[in-house]
């Protein structure tokens, strides 16, 4: 049976039992993390899915946290008051590069 969880580069969710339930705690924790900053290159939010608990998996859905160039450019977060050198926006990473990664 398959098993999902939804993964940053700081912590994990527990064990999920449906895809479905999986992109809505994906899409929510993309937004709580975005909320508490990110570091562009490095931050990610990812949907794993595995059938032997989690000894091994399959990254299924990637996002990393890129530089928002536009809207830096129109100003930045130090400008308006907020303690952080640029705005962030996530990127998704195609399954093409999962794969290769992973190899």
Sequence with gaps: ???YRVQTDKEC???LQTLELAERTYEKWKDYY???GVIAEESFVE???STDDFDAYKVIK???AVVDDERTELGTPR???I???YW???????PAVLEEEEA
């Design 34 to 36: 975005m909320a508490d």
């Design 47 to 49: 949907i794993v899915e």
């Design 79 to 81: 400008e308006e008051g």
């Design 83 to 85: 303690d952080w050198d």
């Design 1 to 3: 049976m398959k098993k």
């Design 13 to 15: 969710s527990p064990e």
């Design 62 to 64: 990637k996002v990393i």
């Design 88 to 94: 962030a926006d996530w990127r998704e990473v195609e």
